[in-house]
């Protein structure tokens, strides 16, 4: 038998995946791709967060860029793109993550 966090837990769980399912990320790459040709690749990911209080799903979006793009003209690019996308997708929660390398 599950706790009631437990099944809180596993509601939104599946909340998640339900919202995964929606966003057609294909389409929304190829906008990306058409509106910023500049990445190098494109990720966008939903993240259960907690606090070990309260308990979020976060969306995050992570940008490689070409290694000839300069960092104060990624960081100009970055945030247009993320203002677009929180309207593209009436999120105004999505971070943008720096790329770290491989």
């Known amino acids: 038998m599950l706790t009631k966090d437990q099944k809180i ?12 399912r929606q966003l057609d990320f294909e389409k929304l790459s190829r906008e990306v791709a058409i509106n910023y040709p500049d990445p190098l690749t494109f990720n966008f990911a939903y993240n259960l967060h907690t606090d070990f209080i309260t308990q979020d799903t976060i969306p ?3 940008v490689e860029w ?3 793009i300069k960092s104060k003209d990624r960081e100009v690019k ?3 793109r993320t203002l677009w996308m929180q309207t593209k997708l ?7 993550l720096p790329w770290k390398g491989k």
Not at 9 to 20: F, H, S
């Open 60 to 62: 995050y979006l992570l």
């Open 66 to 68: 070409y290694p000839e």
């Open 78 to 80: 970055d945030k247009a």
């Open 90 to 96: 009436n999120l105004d929660t999505i971070v943008m």
């Open 9 to 20: 837990t596993l509601l939104q769980a599946t909340v998640l995946q339900l919202k995964g």
